[in-house]
């Protein structure tokens, strides 16, 4: 059964620090991982979608990394920010059978101190 | 685009009453789903949908009904409300299983 592991559930940082925020999981066979932000009281909002065959993926001062045969998806911040504060959630479509289920991690929340 | 829309934003029910939390998308995403989010525990699926006139049973579909007869709505029905579905309800779509958008929210606390 493919479980989801976040560590740490909560990180602070000083601003403008660099971090890596990461995301384990059981069962190598997967389609894809998408890393997720929630800000307090708030939807969630996609960062990033990693396909199974990729390694990783950027979008400004965020990169996913994916390592399939590790089981570990790594999140990186750059030169964080206060804006940053937020829960960040990894979420794994598996292969095979209704692969539409996500199977989430339960988060690492973020706070940023200016 | 407004996205995915949900109402209401906050909830309050007594133990059994019913009500339908209403979930809407606008760019035409064939699959649908409802999740709770309850705090340690994460989000946990309810029910999902492929397309109009398709539902299937997530985690926890105890206690709650869903049907899909438009592509843009899927509404959650709470059939008699219970203490236990105290929780944050999400709504989400996506086209081809792939990026996730998640409506902002519906918190409903049931006494």
């Known amino acids: 059964k493919q479980e989801v592991t976040q560590i740490p559930a909560a990180l602070s940082v000083p601003e403008g620090e660099n971090l890596v925020l990461n995301c384990s999981f059981t069962?190598?066979?997967?389609?894809?991982l998408q890393w997720f932000r929630q800000d307090p009281g708030k939807g969630l909002t996609s960062l990033l979608l990693?396909?199974?065959s990729q390694r990783e993926q950027t979008s400004g001062r965020l990169n996913a990394s994916l390592d399939k045969s590790s089981g570990r998806s790594t999140l990186y911040i750059a030169a964080s920010q206060p804006g940053d504060s937020a829960t960040y959630l990894c979420?794994?479509?598996?292969?095979?059978?209704?692969?539409?289920?996500?199977?989430w991690g339960l988060g690492t929340s973020l706070a940023v101190n200016p | 685009n407004a996205g995915v829309t949900q109402t209401p934003k906050f909830q309050v029910l007594k133990t059994g009453q019913s009500m339908t939390l209403q979930c809407a998308q606008d760019?035409?995403?064939?699959?649908m789903s409802w999740y709770r989010q309850d705090p340690g525990m994460g989000l946990r699926l309810i029910h999902y949908?492929?397309?109009?006139?398709?539902?299937d049973q997530g985690e926890v579909p105890n206690g709650y009904n869903v049907s899909r007869s438009t592509t843009e709505d899927f509404p959650l029905r709470l059939l008699s409300a219970a203490p236990s579905q105290t929780s944050v309800y999400f709504c989400?779509?996506?086209?081809?299983?792939?990026?996730?958008?998640f409506g902002p929210g519906t918190r409903l606390l049931v006494l």
């Open positions: 069962d190598s066979a997967i389609y894809n």
């Open positions: 990693i396909q199974s």
């Open positions: 979420a794994v479509r598996p292969w095979g059978g209704n692969n539409r289920k996500l199977i």
């Open positions: 760019m035409n995403h064939e699959y």
């Open positions: 949908s492929v397309g109009a006139g398709i539902t």
């Open positions: 989400a779509s996506s086209s081809g299983g792939e990026t996730q958008y």
